[in-house]
């Protein structure tokens, strides 16, 4: 069933559906950025997921300092037999911006956040954090009703909430609990970037572009308040349309959120994933970064930066020890 979107999604002509966030110029293709402000504080939170957590940390810091943009920190969850774990406590007065990479799916016992730090999370960006949730970041902590609000729509059973299909034309047809499938994705690949536009995240971006191993992720669903879709692309299993970023108002606070940069276990030092040598993924992490501290956005569009029929590669990260 098509319905027209409520005004807590934002959509079409003014601002058409669903946001995105801000990043720094991509390895050495892009000069770096500068900015009169102090730098962006950013905290990357890991510790457990079913993706190759520990490089994706240090690929992430590796694309991030070298701007001059942003210091970053991190903390890492202690495992749940680890007696340090009751007694970790990120402190989020320190952050502009939290980058959240922890997923418990597929793990058994699932690991989770201790009490405490999920109301302090939870605080954080009510009084206006920012959150870049990073890519099996939603599948995570499906019963922890606050993160549900907080990400919009994530990896879900079919009848847990909302979910978004477009055409692609970028018409969108709200999928209401119990219509259409549980979350999933095909494998990654080649996928079209269809840009909603006028988002400051995207400004300057082509309507289009090619970005070169994504996963789709379709029937994303949750709570779905708040929500603005940015950009969208075709799940080449079934050939239908969904969302490949989004934003979240929640108190003050901004969230950003997309299924960009999946880092796997076969991946490595060497062998960097494909997906976070892609120009477009670089510049759209450090992007959303600077708007989810409500900066002004001074990365600039490469000139390298992929078009609608051609991606976009850097050399490696250079990573930190």
Request: some cysteine; proline content about 8%; overall charge neutral.
């Amino acid at each position: 069933m098509r319905t027209a979107i409520s005004r807590s999604i934002l959509c079409a002509a003014a601002f058409c559906a669903i946001s995105l966030g801000a990043l720094a110029a991509p390895q050495a293709s892009t000069p770096a950025a500068t900015s009169p402000q102090p730098k962006i504080r950013v905290l990357i939170l890991d510790g457990f997921s079913n993706h190759n957590w520990k490089l994706n940390t240090r690929l992430l810091r590796g694309l991030l300092e070298p701007t001059n943009l942003f210091t970053v920190s991190v903390s890492t969850c202690p495992g749940p037999k680890d007696a340090a774990w009751k007694d970790w406590n990120p402190d989020f007065s320190k952050a502009d911006v939290v980058l959240q990479t922890c997923n418990d799916i597929s793990q058994n016992p699932a690991p989770k956040w201790p009490d405490p730090v999920k109301a302090s999370f939870v605080d954080f960006v009510k009084k206006g954090g920012g959150v870049l949730v990073y890519h099996s970041g939603n599948n995570a902590f499906p019963d922890w009703q606050e993160y549900n609000d907080i990400i919009g729509i994530g990896w879900r059973k079919k009848s847990f909430g909302t979910a978004f299909q477009m055409d692609e034309q970028g018409n969108i047809t709200k999928l209401p609990p119990g219509q259409g499938a549980d979350t999933g994705h095909a494998a990654r690949g080649e996928v079209l970037v269809h840009n909603f536009g006028n988002h400051p995240i995207h400004e300057g971006f082509p309507k289009t572009w090619k970005s070169p191993a994504l996963e789709v992720y379709y029937d994303a669903r949750g709570p779905a308040n708040n929500l603005t879709i940015l950009s969208y692309g075709q799940d080449p299993s079934r050939k239908l349309y969904w969302p490949l970023e989004w934003t979240v108002t929640y108190g003050e606070g901004r969230v950003y959120s997309s299924s960009f940069g999946h880092v796997w276990s076969d991946e490595s030092e060497t062998k960097q994933p494909v997906d976070l040598l892609a120009v477009d993924e670089q510049v759209l992490i450090q992007r959303a970064l600077q708007w989810l501290a409500k900066r002004p956005i001074t990365v600039p569009v490469p000139a390298n930066f992929p078009t609608a029929e051609k991606t976009s590669l850097s050399s490696n990260i250079e990573l930190p020890k």
